[in-house]
């Protein structure tokens, strides 16, 4: 019996691991939920550019936005999170606080009315390359743009102290109150897998944030589960709009 089993399954596994098709997880079930997508920039820059896999051309993003149309998705900010009434939700999050979230991001959300949050490396606004907290209050103004914080020097933090993570939470904290007058519910960590364990997020939530996003791929549960970090899909420079279709459904288009 086993033997039949493995002529039965083995072919499909084997079509589905082959290339191209291997990457992609098409064959994985739709899952209904809160997608929540992790960019950085909105750019046009070279495949051999190194921020190449994180930057989408606002060509390709604007495209994201029609599937999310086509899809009856809402984009949310961090304010809906606490209004589980709202169906369909998907939530567009940027790292860094790069200068091209400014430049070509916010005339697209404007144009098309569409929310984002911004997560800050709060000592690297107003140094080359980021936006200024001028232009964040701007942003904040519009009612388009929601920030958090993602520390504030961008430490990977499993790799230092308790004390050096307080410290750069607090900080962070801190510089945003004072910059854009409120106290940040929504945190970011800094860099891939393996960015957090069970002490930085202890940390992390001793700081007072509520919400702390993540970047291990999947949908989450709506109503989200206060006890978990929050998962966020990776669309990536030059994937198709299969790959972010896959995005969307899956939380995740490829392994």
């Known amino acids: 019996m086993m033997w039949l089993l493995g002529v039965l399954v083995l072919p499909f596994l084997a079509a589905a691991f082959y290339v191209p098709a291997r990457k ?93 949050v911004i997560f800050l490396i709060t000592e690297k606004i107003g140094t080359p390359g980021f936006i200024t907290w001028q232009q964040a209050r701007e942003m904040q103004a519009s ?21 050096e993570i307080i410290r750069e939470l607090a900080q962070s904290r801190a510089t945003i109150q004072k910059e854009l007058g409120f106290v940040p ?18 940390l992390v939530l001793q700081a007072g944030f509520v919400y702390d996003f993540s970047t291990k791929k999947g949908v989450n549960p709506w109503p989200l589960n206060p006890h978990k970090p929050i998962k966020r899909a990776f669309p990536r420079g030059g994937e198709s709009a299969l790959d972010f279709t896959l995005q969307v459904t899956r939380g995740r288009s490829r392994f």
Not at 187 to 196: E, K, N, R, T
């Open 24 to 116: 992609l997880c098409w064959w994985l079930p739709p899952k209904k939920g809160l997608t929540v997508f992790m960019y950085h920039h909105v750019a046009i820059t070279a495949p051999t550019d190194g921020q190449y896999p994180f930057t989408v051309t606002p060509q390709q993003f604007e495209s994201h936005l029609e599937v999310l149309k086509k899809l009856g998705k809402t984009p949310i900010g961090l304010t809906e999170l606490k209004n589980p009434s709202v169906q369909n939700p998907v939530m567009l999050t940027f790292d860094d606080g790069h200068q091209d979230n400014y430049t070509t991001l916010f005339p697209l959300l404007k144009k098309h009315q569409i929310k984002a």
């Open 185 to 202: 519910d929504a945190f970011c960590y800094p860099f891939g897998a393996g960015a957090f364990d069970k002490r930085v997020r202890a």
């Open 143 to 163: 009612g388009w743009v929601e920030f958090g914080s993602h520390t504030a020097t961008h430490q990977r933090l499993r790799k230092i102290s308790d004390a």
